[in-house]
Structures are given as C-alpha cells and as structure tokens.
C-alpha cells in the first residue's frame, strides 16, 4: 500500500458504547507489546467478559475516502464532499492473555505494561478493513513494523 493511499484512510479512536459490536468476529492479527501498543493508541477500555476471554479492548471507527487528484506540494487530495467511501469499526483485543481467562497469566496491569510482544486479536464484520487498519496503523504508528 503507497503512502499516497494511506493518506485517504482516517481512523479514530471509540469508546465502549459508541458503536454496536455485535456481529464482531476475528478478521485479522497485530503484532506488538502491550506497552508499544498502549503508547501509540492509548490504554485499552474494560469490557465485560463472561468467560475472562476478553478484559479491554481499543475501539476504532474508520473512513476511506475517494483521492480526486494528488497535488505534489500537499499528496492527496481527498473527495469528503461526496462523503466515505467505506465506513467500519475494528476493535483491537488480547485474547486469552490475561489472568481473567487463566490464573497463571499476568492480571491485566501487569499485562498492558509489558514490552514482549504479543500476538492481538483485530475483530470487526470486514476482513478487508482489518487490511486497511494495519495499514494504517503500521504507517502512522510503525506499530508491527514498517511496510
């Protein structure tokens, strides 16, 4: 994926509550630390979990927009006056890594503070919006390495 796509992609970070998760099901995997992933998007939300499977997670609600044209001083130039192209919601989750699932796992303090990297979950309705978000988390936030 080029810079210049990236560019027309726009994710913002939700909270619990702002969008329906239902639906929901394993569509793609990020590889970092807890603590790399905390500093660049910000501390997981709690979330209920009958089974422990799942403590907190990281909502994000994300755009695409159509380029119009690329202008070589600015890069693209995006269409927002016909609106997105594609709307959707990805969540990003450890699962099973805490000592809610397993008593011999880190609590979930422990857990988020820690700099070996781990395997997380990315959960949404759209594997193809997985693609994007790890594109533009990868390039925003060199989160799982460089392209």
Known sequence: MTPDLLLSLR???LREGDVDTSGFFRIGTLEASPAEL????G???PVESFDGKVEARLLFGG???KRTKTDSFRGAVLDRASGP???GFVSVYPYKKTAGYDPELPISAGFWASTDPVSF???GRS???????LSWARFVHNLGGLL
Do not use: N, T
């Open 11 to 13: 994710f913002e970070r």
């Open 38 to 41: 905390v500093e660049a998007l």
């Open 43 to 45: 501390f997981a939300d």
């Open 63 to 65: 755009e695409v927009f």
């Open 85 to 87: 192209l594609i709307i």
């Open 121 to 123: 979950s990315i959960g």
């Open 127 to 133: 594997p193809a919006f997985a693609g994007l978000f």
